[in-house]
Every structure is written in C-alpha cells, then in structure tokens.
C-alpha cells in the first residue's frame, strides 16, 4: 500500500508571492490534516479536511487556506508569503474522523528569501 | 487537550531499553495516552496509544499508572534506528477530529 505522498518535496519562493501544496492520502483514506514545523514552534496544526469539508482549523492567518477534493487529496495554500513561513509542511492521513492512528508523509520543505 | 511534559532529551545503549517518561497530571477521564516520534527529516510516525491499561505492539510497550497521571513508553532493544525524537500527546478520541498538539518531545539518542 502506497504511504502518504507530497509534492513538492522542495520549494523556494519569494516574498510576496503564494505558494500551493499538494498532498496525496492512503488509498481508502478519508481525513487529511495539515500541519508546520518550524524550528522555533515545533509541529503545529493547521487544518484538517474529511469528506471535502473543513473540520478544524488551528491558530494561523488567513493566508492560510486549504481544500479537500472528492478523491480525498488535499491542497493547501499560502497567499503572501512571509519569511516567517519557512518551513516543513506536513501532511497526515487517516482512514476517519476519530482514527487511532495518523499517516504521515515526508512533508514539503519552503524556503521563503 | 492536557499539555504533556517530558525530558528534552535522553541517551540510551543500543541493546538496552529505552524508558522514556511522560508526565501528563492534568489528563482528563476520557484522554488517550499516544506516542508518535519522528526520525530527522521524515514525517512523524504513530508507535502506541493507551487509556488506562498497559499496552504493547510490536514496537513499543506504554505503561501507564493507575492515576494516569504519567507514563513511560519502552522501547525494548533499542537500536541506532530507533534515534529520533519522541513525542507524547494526550488527546480525547472521538468524533472532535484528528488535531494532534504536539510538545517538544524528548530527543532520544540511541549510542553503540
């Protein structure tokens, strides 16, 4: 079974501009969640997806957004880009709602100059 | 969700067992125990959860006291694989979504 996929791997932007990432779930999986890790504030949650629909979504600006399509994949996207938005972009699939277990893909790694 | 506590970092010899303690003494009666680590530069990686009975799975064993108010995860040979940094999340299981609040973990290096 395919694990959780990410594409880009790497990305360098500019300030300034907007930056879209896309995220591939385990086959059969329904829930996407988004998450930051920066040196500085460690791993922190963005948003969450099931079923199209947004469930959660944590402390970030708006520039912040995300979708989910019908297959289950998931983009998200950052408008604006600040320095400050350097960092690894996580995405984590599982199979529901209220899933034990949580699948992690190898992230995206933004640079912002 | 209750915050967690754990030591910022810990070594341990390969072959021998890894302790790695978690204090969570704010843990509600419906909080689930859940460990994950991340090995440097991959994605985290979920290794063991538990509400109040110790459990054990092919990686790892949790044991949890009666009060549930800390927890140790075991890994039992640790290898150099096993060198990453371990995290420690307390969370309600339920139908309030996936979110998981990630501390800063103990980073536990693994030494031949």
């Known amino acids: 079974k395919a694990g959780v996929t990410q594409t880009p791997r790497y990305l360098i932007k500019t300030r300034g501009q907007q930056v879209t990432l896309s995220c591939s779930p385990i086959?059969?999986?329904?829930?996407v969640s988004w998450y930051q890790q920066t040196p500085g504030q460690g791993l922190q949650f963005l948003f969450e997806y099931f079923s199209e629909t947004q469930r959660n979504k944590g402390n970030f600006p708006g520039r912040f957004s995300g979708r989910q399509f019908s297959n289950s994949r998931s983009e998200m996207n950052v408008s604006t880009l600040e320095l400050g938005d350097s960092a690894l972009y996580l995405c984590?699939?599982?199979?529901?709602?209220?899933?034990?277990?949580?699948?992690f893909g190898p992230g995206t790694r933004l640079t912002v100059t | 969700d209750a915050k967690t506590t754990q030591p910022p970092s810990m070594d341990c010899a390969e072959g021998r067992a890894a302790n790695l303690p978690c204090n969570h003494s704010?843990?509600?009666?419906?909080?689930?125990v859940y460990w994950y680590r991340q090995i440097h530069s991959q994605g985290p990686q979920y290794i063991i959860h538990?509400?109040?009975n110790n459990e054990t799975n092919e990686m790892a064993s949790l044991i949890i006291t009666e009060d549930r108010k800390s927890s140790t995860l075991i890994l039992p040979h640790a290898t150099l694989r096993d060198t990453a940094v371990y995290y420690c999340i307390v969370r309600v299981q339920g139908n309030a979504g996936n979110m998981l609040t990630f501390g800063g973990g103990t980073r536990l290096m693994v030494k031949p």
């Open positions: 704010t843990i509600s009666g419906n909080e689930y």
């Open positions: 538990g509400l109040k």
């Open positions: 984590a699939s599982s199979w529901g709602t209220a899933s034990y277990e949580q699948y």
């Open positions: 086959s059969g999986h329904r829930s």
